[in-house]
């Protein structure tokens, strides 16, 4: 059962440039997160997703784009890299009831990204 | 302005004592809690929450406490062992709009159990 998976866990860019980042999960879960995690700033989310074909803003979503298309997967796109979104990203997913306030993420083991 | 408040970066406790975590929340519609264990270059994991309607959870080793009036929760770690020295996060479950909650993490405490 490999839960959240993240790839690539490793990438260097030039700034400029753009890259993916895959998130996928075989636990048939609704909703869908990315955080980027600084020194010294704790987790803060960028965009999640409630559901397949739908996506919403978070904390820091300036420079991201993501999508949804299908459930299993959630993208995260970086049109034109710049230094300060060197950081390290997380993926995570939960199975959230509507109304719900249980909402217990599980977490890929992430994407150190390195923009020059 | 930070809604989830973890004031000391790192904690250092000998082995067999109990590790005491803090947290403080500022937001009082948050309902529900959860706390993070983090090792070195992986994912955090999920370690244990609690409801609001509740003061206390445990789970083995592990005890949260939540005070609703002093907007505060603690997780106790008792007997703390070298495996678990690691990061810690609190996070905070709020109503994010359209039937749907996010978490809310705070900075992080690195606790580190000194054999």
């Known amino acids: 059962n490999a839960g959240v998976t993240q790839t690539p866990k490793f990438r260097v860019l030039k700034t400029g440039q753009s890259m993916t980042l895959l998130c996928a999960q075989d636990?048939?879960?609704?909703?869908m997160y990315w955080y980027r995690q600084d020194p010294g700033m704790g987790l803060r989310l960028i965009h999640y997703?409630?559901?397949?074909?739908?996506?919403a803003k978070g904390e820091v979503p300036d420079g991201y784009n993501v999508s949804r298309l299908k459930k299993q997967n959630f993208l995260l796109g970086l049109e034109s890299a710049a230094p300060s979104q060197t950081s390290v990203y997380f993926c995570?997913?939960?199975?959230?009831?509507?109304?719900?306030?249980?909402?217990?993420?599980?977490f890929g083991a992430g994407t150190r990204l390195s923009v020059l | 302005d930070q809604q989830v408040k973890q004031n000391s970066p790192s904690l250092s406790v000998q082995e067999g004592r109990i590790s005491i975590l803090n947290c403080d929340y500022t937001n009082s519609m948050f309902d529900y809690f959860l706390w993070y264990k983090k090792y070195p270059a992986e994912g955090p994991t999920f370690l244990i929450s609690?409801?609001?309607?509740?003061d206390k959870n445990e789970d083995g080793r592990f005890t949260v406490f939540l005070n609703k009036s002093a907007k505060h929760l603690s997780l106790h770690i008792v007997p703390s062992q070298p495996g678990d020295s690691a990061v810690y996060f609190c996070?905070?479950?709020?109503?994010?709009?359209?039937?749907?909650?996010?978490?809310?993490f705070g900075k992080g405490t690195k606790l580190s159990v000194i054999p």
């Open positions: 995570a997913s939960s199975y959230s009831e509507v109304g719900v306030a249980k909402n217990i993420q599980y």
């Open positions: 636990m048939n879960h609704e909703y």
């Open positions: 996070a905070a479950s709020g109503y994010s709009g359209a039937g749907s909650y996010q978490l809310t």
């Open positions: 997703s409630v559901g397949e074909g739908t996506t």
């Open positions: 609690i409801s609001s309607i509740k």
